[in-house]
């Protein structure tokens, strides 16, 4: 099946710094979304992208579809205590006639230095 | 209160017995999804239904049942052949046209 590789696995930052995640496949997507989940919670939707090259904001976060629909990366700008948490990304694909498949990277796991 | 409702929040069973797991949702959303997450892993899609009275196997379909009967609801049941049950699983929905999940709190199972 389809695999999309989801990278740093974790990453620890101070207080105020950028942050960066990409996922990436060989694969391509129609549509990739952003998902933030807490512990014990269910993830919860940060942003979708919907065509290649669209650089979508919310609030800190950004981001973009890459133009090969094969990629797409997450940053978050001066971050603070409450963005820990793990973000994850899923692609979405249109195997066939009326069917689609939502494909979930393994997770981004940050932490933030106060 | 809108939104997708799945209890309990943690549930524990002896091994060997079969467990239904909840999900109600009031988004009138036609599609809703079950998922298994293990630690540090992705999400694995279990089931889907896109409509009531239709469901499909997703990925890791073995040892687990559903039904969808009404469109608010989407019961899973593990049962007593699903090899390692004990995960957190959660439950989405998707209005339609939306290409959009969103997610339930989720259920952590741990079978004894």
């Known amino acids: 099946g389809q695999q999309l590789n989801q990278s740093p696995q974790s990453m620890f930052i101070q207080e105020g710094e950028d942050v960066s995640m990409n996922c990436t496949s060989s694969s391509i997507f129609n549509t990739w979304l952003w998902y933030k989940q807490d512990p014990g919670e269910g993830p919860v939707l940060l942003i979708a992208l919907y065509k290649a090259g669209e650089l979508t904001s919310n609030g800190r976060l950004t981001a973009q579809f890459g133009i090969t629909r094969k990629d797409s990366f997450l940053n978050i700008s001066a971050s603070i205590p409450s963005d820990v948490g793990i973000y994850f990304c899923?692609?979405?694909?249109?195997?066939?006639?009326?069917?689609?498949?939502?494909?979930f990277g393994k997770g981004t796991k940050l932490s933030v230095i106060p | 209160d809108g939104g997708i409702t799945q209890s309990p929040k943690y549930l524990f069973r002896k091994e060997g017995q079969n467990v239904t797991l909840s999900c109600e949702q009031n988004l009138n959303h036609d599609a809703m999804y079950w998922y298994r997450q293990d630690p540090g892993q992705g999400l694995r899609l279990i089931y889907y239904s896109q409509i009531v009275n239709d469901f499909q196997k997703g990925d890791i379909a073995e040892g687990y049942s559903v039904s969808r009967e009404k469109k608010e609801s989407f019961p899973l049941t593990v049962t007593s052949a699903q090899k390692n049950p004990t995960a957190f699983y959660l439950c989405a929905t998707e209005g339609q046209g939306s290409n959009e999940q969103f997610f339930g709190p989720g259920t952590r199972l741990t079978v004894l």
């Open positions: 899923a692609g979405l694909s249109h195997p066939g006639a009326g069917s689609y498949q939502l494909t």
